[in-house]
């Protein structure tokens, strides 16, 4: 079993920045990859970025690309989410997520753990 928490959330005014931690622990022996999700009410998981298990591949999503980064801390099974120039389509509550199996994917139905969430409200 793998278990995830996230951090860092909170209220920010358009145009600033936050960064979200996750903690991944467990038996983390078949994780390939961790992504970040975000989720907002009535709305499906949107796919916010990835990265593989060793920290040599990230990719973004287009909504997020120039602005949000993705970055792991392998001695510590941590990842990352920078977000800067935040927008108030931005708010939502971002989780992390492992998957095991092919390490290339954006959607959250191929993830197999997940954390409870952390809520980020931009304002304008």
């Known amino acids: 079993q793998v278990h995830l928490a996230e951090s860092g959330g909170g209220r920010v005014q358009a145009g600033g920045s936050l960064r979200l931690s996750c903690s991944i622990v467990?038996?983390?022996?078949?994780?390939?990859?961790v992504g970040w999700f975000r989720q907002t009410p009535g709305m499906e998981r949107e796919f916010v970025g990835r990265?593989?298990?060793?920290?040599?591949?990230?990719y973004v999503a287009d909504s997020v690309k120039g602005r949000f980064t993705i970055s792991r801390e392998n001695a510590k099974n941590m990842m990352y989410l920078q977000m800067n120039d935040l927008a108030p389509q931005d708010t939502a509550l971002y989780y992390c997520?492992?998957?095991?199996?092919?390490?290339?994917?954006?959607?959250?139905?191929?993830?197999?753990?997940w954390g409870q969430g952390t809520q980020v409200t931009v304002s304008s």
């Open positions: 997520g492992a998957k095991r199996g092919i390490s290339s994917s954006e959607n959250p139905k191929h993830y197999d753990f």
């Open positions: 467990g038996n983390t022996a078949d994780i390939t990859a």
């Open positions: 990265i593989t298990w060793n920290g040599a591949h990230t």
